[in-house]
């Protein structure tokens, strides 16, 4: 299925409780919205999630569905609210409770992508932010909570995996730190958006996979973990961060020679996370 607010791959029989989600691996970029920004065609799409989707679509093959977001990061952010409206960019917003994703520019209509760069000149109408919500981020999580309920319907639980990707110099802190580089950053909301035996699981699968796993730090998830991880009613949401140097050269936004390996390595961590959420793996857990 697809619309111009996204793509939904669907398995040809769906046999887990997984469902794969990636909302900033969008690259439909307008003409409009490109020939109104200040930024070249390089620098708008520094804060898209680039090849993520790429990364995540052999979730299909082993039976679980995957939403993918079509519009771009900088035209939309589908991973905040729909209130999170920036009144430094937005005509007639009044100025809320302090928000620090609002308030740096980074609301539902990001104000600016990677390093803080501004992607307007100016501010936009109400009616055009209104628009973009009207036309993309609320279908894709109707989309997204129908899958969410569907898949708690026919196995008794949902497990979401919000796919995205970070940049290498993310984990610099952590680095200076702890002497060691994460590659993949688990967000579970601290354990409020996840019940621990789900996320260590998926940790499990990528540590045996040879890779270095942080939790929450320095991404704990946001808008979509926050919404739609309620352990309590049987529904995780786990959100995964992976390192772009794994797999493309961020300065040129282009895959890397060996990014089939990595793919061909990541497919397995996928195939072991969807196999969590069979009702056959389920019953030998308990």
């Known amino acids: 299925m697809q ?14 409780s997984v469902v794969f989600a990636s909302p900033h691996s969008g690259c439909d970029y307008p003409e409009d919205f490109v020939r109104a920004s200040m930024l070249n065609a390089q620098s708008i799409r520094s804060s ?49 409770a302090h928000n620090p994703r609002v308030a740096s520019g980074l609301g539902v209509i990001p104000r600016v992508v990677a390093n803080g760069q501004a992607i307007y000149q100016g501010k936009m ?27 708690r319907a026919q196995f008794g ?35 409020s958006a996840a019940a621990p035996a789900v996320v260590d699981k998926i940790e499990t699968a990528f540590t045996e996979a040879g890779l270095v796993v942080s939790r929450n730090t320095p991404f704990a998830g946001a ?17 995964i961060e992976i390192d772009r140097a794994l ?14 390996e990595f793919q061909e390595r990541l497919s397995s961590i996928i195939a072991r996370i969807v196999a969590f959420g069979t009702p056959c793996d389920r019953l030998a857990a308990e």
């Not at 619309?3 to 887990?16: C, G, I, K, N, Y």
């Not at 109408?125 to 898949?151: F, G, K, Q, V």
């Open 48 to 96: 898209e999630d680039a090849f993520v989707d790429r990364l995540f679509t052999c979730a299909v093959e082993f039976g679980s569905p995957f939403l993918q977001a079509r519009a771009p990061r900088a035209f939309i952010d589908l991973n905040r609210g729909e209130q999170e409206l920036d009144p430094a960019l937005i005509e007639g917003v009044r100025r809320a």
């Open 3 to 16: 619309t111009q607010a996204f793509t939904l791959l669907e398995p040809v029989q769906r046999s887990s």
């Open 157 to 191: 639980e949902a497990i979401l995996i919000d796919c995205h990707s970070m940049p290498h110099e993310a984990m610099d802190s952590i680095v200076r730190k702890r002497g060691q580089r994460p590659q993949i950053v688990l967000g579970d909301r601290f354990g």
């Open 125 to 151: 109408p109400l009616a055009e932010a209104n628009r973009r919500i009207a036309s993309y981020w609320r279908p894709y999580h109707a989309a997204l909570s129908d899958l969410l309920d569907e898949t």
């Open 247 to 260: 797999y493309m050269d961020e300065k040129r936004i282009e895959l890397r020679p060996d990014f089939n």
């Open 223 to 239: 808008y979509i973990t926050q919404h739609y991880g309620r352990p309590s009613r049987h529904q995780h949401a786990i959100q």
